[in-house]
Structure formats: structure tokens, C-alpha cells
């Protein structure tokens, strides 16, 4: 068993340890607050663009876009993977880097560009030498649309210049405090969703102003901008939410050490009165 000295000195240890992760589940918190305020309040633009462009996409014509239309062979596709630049946050990036991983393999290590937003994705594939032709870090405490519309950009004109013939994007999805979703989409070229728009539900007496090929034409790159975002705002309240439920777990689990180790501690002082008063009493037995 170990001595008084040593539990002393690893419930101190324990404690201080407890005071940090206590500190840091309030951060997460705060920041967690501002984050999911931000990602609700441009979730209902980014579901009504996206529905508006799926309504323009039940159009056979439109097809023709090169942002939407699909090309003949995929021969190299962009992967951009998004991640935090620090950890303490739980399974949140190990789980989005495992799928990454296993979906870039399969389409073939040698065929595949990477864009690794955050310094955890960014350190995980450099150290496996993937071929990461831009990354983002340090930029979360200080993130705005500003820096979204630069990631967005860098994206598309990849696509648009026919460096790659396809872009997915990994990311974790807010569901609530205790949720995050993996989830895995192609961006480029764009997909058309009719789980939210049918043809029965088209208004196909619709009038565009200044004409139906100007406003898909505006519609198209501010909707990919929207999304990019989207992404963004998704992943960054996920990582809050992730590293303010670990510290909280991590707190709890410090608080259950602190009591096995003061019961150690007692039983061990307990231990030490008793041989103590043994020992005097066999000594005073002794002299008798």
C-alpha cells in the first residue's frame, strides 16, 4: 500500500487537474452557446436556398450546368476533411478521420487531393503522406464568413478548372449537446435533393427577373458559398459540444479518483495509528 506522503500528494495532483477541466468545460460552454447560435440562425437560409436550387435542378436543362452536370470519369476527386486544430473533445475528430481515411483508400490514395481544414486533419494525413494541397489552421477562434467565402473559393475553382472531378466533404454535423453526426457529402457536382421539392410542388409558372439564366447563374455560386458555411458553423459548435461534454466527463471521473483515493488515504492512516499504538503497547508490555 502505498504511504501517507504519496496519496497525499495524488489527490493534490488529481484536484488540480480537476480545477482545469472544470475551467474548460465553462470555455466549451460559452463558446458552445455563441457557436450553436450562429449555426441555427443560418441553418433556415442555407435549407431554403438549397431547396431553391433543388426546384431550378427538376429542370432537365439546367443539367447542363457545369457546377451540377456529372462528368463522363472520375479520374481524381478532392476530399476535404474538417476538424478542430486542438483535441480534449472526445471521439470528435478521431471519428471523422476514420471515415475520411477509409473512403479516400477506396477511391485510391494516388488519385485523391486533400483540403484539410483544422491541424488535427491536417497533422493525421500529413504524417501518412497524403497529398494535401491546402490546409487551414488557426482560424476557429476568429472564424467568419469572410474566411468561409476563401475556403469555398479555393473548392470550386478546383472543380471549375477540372483539376478533380468530384469534391466530398467530411464533417461532423450538430444534432444536439450530447450528438454529433459524421457526415459525409458531395459538394461538387451538385446533387439534386427531391425529397423536399416534387414536381407537383414546382411552380412551373414561375417568372425570373432579369431571366431564369442570370439568377441560376447568381443562385449556383451563392448556394455552394452557403453550404461551405454551413459546414463550417456545423462543425465548429459539434467541437464545443464534444469538449465541454468530455471535460464534464472528465471532471466527474476526477471526482470519483479524489474519493478512492482519500478512502485509501484514511484507510492507510488508519492502518499506521493502529501499528503505531501496537507498538507501544507491546513496548510498554515489554518493560513490565
Not at 443562385?219 to 467541437?239: G, H, V
Amino acid at each position: 500500500m502505498a504511504n501517507l506522503k504519496d496519496i497525499r500528494e495524488r489527490i493534490k495532483s488529481v484536484k488540480s487537474i480537476q480545477q482545469v477541466t472544470k475551467a474548460m468545460k465553462m470555455v466549451a460552454a460559452a463558446k458552445m452557446r455563441r457557436a450553436q447560435e450562429n449555426m441555427e440562425k443560418a441553418r433556415p437560409y442555407s435549407k431554403k436556398i438549397s431547396d431553391l436550387v433543388d426546384t431550378f435542378l427538376l429542370d432537365e436543362q439546367n443539367h447542363t450546368l457545369p457546377e451540377v452536370k456529372v462528368r463522363d470519369s472520375i479520374d481524381k476527386a478532392l476530399f476535404v476533411i474538417i476538424t478542430s486544430d486542438r483535441g480534449m473533445a472526445g471521439a470528435f475528430n478521431a471519428n471523422v478521420l476514420k471515415i475520411a481515411h477509409k473512403a479516400i483508400d477506396d477511391f485510391g490514395k494516388d488519385n485523391a487531393q486533400l483540403i484539410c481544414i483544422g491541424k488535427k486533419s491536417a497533422n493525421y494525413f500529413k504524417v501518412r503522406e497524403y497529398n494535401i494541397v491546402l490546409d487551414y489552421i488557426d482560424f476557429w477562434n476568429t472564424l467568419s464568413f469572410d474566411v468561409g467565402l476563401g475556403i469555398a473559393q479555393d473548392i470550386i475553382s478546383r472543380y471549375m478548372n477540372k483539376e478533380v472531378d468530384k469534391v466530398q466533404v467530411f464533417y461532423n454535423r450538430f444534432i444536439n449537446v450530447g450528438k454529433q453526426e459524421v457526415c459525409d457529402e458531395i459538394f461538387l457536382p451538385i446533387t439534386p435533393s427531391h425529397a423536399s421539392v416534387s414536381k407537383e410542388n414546382q411552380l412551373v409558372d414561375m417568372i425570373y427577373e432579369p431571366s431564369k439564366e442570370i439568377v441560376i447563374e447568381k443562385m449556383i455560386p451563392r448556394y455552394l458559398n452557403i453550404i461551405i458555411w454551413q459546414y463550417l458553423l456545423e462543425s465548429n459548435a459539434s467541437e464545443q459540444a464534444a469538449r465541454m461534454l468530455a471535460m464534464e466527463n472528465a471532471t466527474s471521473n476526477a471526482n470519483d479518483m479524489i474519493k478512492e483515493l482519500t478512502l485509501q488515504f484514511n484507510k492507510a492512516r488508519q492502518t499506521a495509528i493502529t501499528t503505531e499504538m501496537l507498538e507501544i503497547v507491546s513496548g510498554a508490555e515489554a518493560l513490565n
